[in-house]
């Protein structure tokens, strides 16, 4: 069994310090965003980025105490509320009702204030990354915003693309979720005093990782239990998004040109009406998808960009931190939600 909680658990008193930081947007908030940020915050969720940016921090030589390490547990609290704020967005665009089990914000408020609530957690991660006084790490933070919203924008107009070339995908899972772990990782480094290979290295490793996490994601979209992921199964297909599953049953199906149709409305109404809001011919190819090798391939690449991040730790001295995070590389690719 893959020790998940291992890193959580070597940096687990800053953990706490960055959930008392993040609690802290509450106080002299109007009402209902402090009550909202409260539910956010209590929603669940592994806290892994910022528990990365620590890790990497220690990892680096960073000290063990004093204010550089104060800092670090600020930059912590940037990426999460970061990370908080692009699901808050994220919902609104999908429509989503439900996430990880609970009642999304969007399905509570109405659009514009949902919005509104995003910007304002954008502003605060903003403000907790300025706290650092460090302007590498401010800038970077900036970039990844940039480079976020950049995929989100990519994500939201190549939607039901259905033949868009593979590279295309790497690019969007970089922008949406890796680029936020390298983020973590790389300001870790960078707080502690990083030489600049050791800082190269971290970025690498929060990379690879963060592109392993979303292809399991995208896996676990076809093959995971609903009651688990807290959200239906199937509904980036549904939402016309691309992933890795689908790219690689496409490649091996012998009528692909018969899954597109299905896709687009124009196979016949008894599998697939879009305009009527029908979702049976996607339910269908989701069924296909869920027991066909293309789930195999896609793991595959998830273990091969896991075991690449695994590598970029050894020239690290050993240490528990750095075991730590070798076991996060496999547990990302081994997890069901």
């Known amino acids: 069994m893959i020790k998940e909680l291992a890193i959580l658990e070597l940096v687990g008193d800053d953990l706490l310090r960055v959930e008392q930081k993040m609690k802290s947007m509450g106080e002299g908030a109007y009402g209902p965003l402090a009550q909202a940020f409260l539910q956010l915050l209590g929603s669940g969720g592994k806290r892994l980025r910022p528990a990365l ?11 063990i105490a004093g204010a550089d390490r104060e800092k ?27 996430r990880r089990g609970s009642t999304t914000l969007n399905a509570v408020w109405d659009k514009g204030a949902t919005v509104l ?15 650092t006084e460090n ?28 033949e868009q070339p593979k590279d295309s ?9 890796a680029s936020l772990f390298a983020s973590a990782t790389r300001s870790g480094a960078i707080l502690a005093g990083a030489a600049q290979e050791a800082e190269e290295a971290l970025s690498d490793y929060g990379r690879l990782l963060g592109m392993a996490f979303q ?17 239906p199964v199937g509904g980036d297909l549904q939402q016309g998004i691309v992933t890795l599953p689908f790219f690689y049953y496409m490649q091996t199906h012998p009528e692909p040109a018969e899954v597109l149709a299905q896709l687009d409305g124009s196979a016949p109404a ?6 009527n809001g029908s ?8 069924a296909q998808i869920r027991t066909s090798d293309a789930i195999a391939q896609a793991l595959d690449e998830a273990r091969e960009f896991a075991a690449q991040a695994q590598a970029c730790l050894t020239s690290f001295p050993a240490s528990q931190i750095r075991q730590a995070m070798h076991e996060l590389a496999e547990f990302v690719v081994a997890r069901r939600v």
Not at 53 to 63: E, I, R, V
């Open 53 to 63: 940016a620590l890790a990497a921090y220690d990892l680096a030589g960073g000290p």
């Open 72 to 98: 670090a547990v600020f930059m912590a609290a940037a990426v999460e509320t970061l990370h908080t704020a692009t699901l808050v967005h994220d919902d609104l665009i999908d429509n989503a009702l439900v």
């Open 117 to 131: 609530a995003g910007d304002y957690l954008f502003a605060r991660a903003a403000g907790f990354a300025a706290e």
């Open 135 to 162: 302007t590498r790490v401010v800038q970077h933070f900036a970039d990844t915003l940039r480079i976020i919203c950049e995929g989100e924008l990519r994500q939201h107009f190549s939607s039901r693309q259905w």
């Open 169 to 177: 995908y790497y690019v969007r899972i970089f922008a949406k979720t």
């Open 215 to 231: 292809i399991v994601d995208d896996v676990l979209d076809y093959t995971g239990d609903k009651s688990l992921l807290g959200k």
């Open 270 to 275: 008894t599998t697939r009406d879009f305009a």
């Open 279 to 286: 979702t049976a011919g996607v339910d269908d190819i989701v």
